[in-house]
């Protein structure tokens, strides 16, 4: 992910409720966006279609031994239009080359039940739900995990 690609998903913007998602909600997650260099661990990928116009991202982060924490999301056009599953599909494919994880974990906002199903259908099971503070409240998550 390019400073420009990181510039240009920090201006996109969901419909609400998806708003959520936007980086301008959290400052903290906008200014991790933005720094060209990426966490220890962490890698940080756009993804672009066949005419190179960027519509989505992915970060890979190794948590515990074995286990990738995977954050995505699909430039707002893109996203109720069936795209879901095979996007995720691809982020974990890469995931598998580059780092072969033994399993995978992410973690997303419990009211994003259009996101769950797309997880579910790749294979991810919910784990636990817990609060987590972020953009000026207190949310449920869902912690979800799968095998490599």
Do not use: Q
């Not at 240009?8 to 260099?37: G, K, N, Q, R, S």
């Amino acid at each position: 992910m390019t400073p420009v690609d990181a510039e240009a998903i920090a201006a996109w913007h969901y419909p609400e409720p998806y708003a959520f998602y936007d980086w301008t909600a959290d400052a903290d997650d906008l200014a991790e966006l933005l720094d060209p260099v990426p966490r220890p661990g962490a890698h940080r990928d756009a993804v672009e279609d066949s005419v190179g116009e960027l519509i989505g991202f992915f970060s890979f982060r190794r948590r515990e031994p074995g286990t990738i924490e995977i954050g995505l999301g699909l430039r707002p056009v893109h996203t109720g239009c069936g795209l879901g599953l095979a996007f995720v599909e691809a982020g974990l494919d890469e995931a598998r080359t580059r780092l072969a994880p033994r399993g995978f974990m992410l973690a997303v906002a419990a009211f994003n039940r259009r996101a769950i199903t797309v997880y579910e259908r790749a294979g991810f099971h919910e784990v636990r739900r817990y609060r987590h503070h972020t953009n000026g409240g207190d949310w449920e998550f869902v912690e979800m995990r799968r095998p490599a």
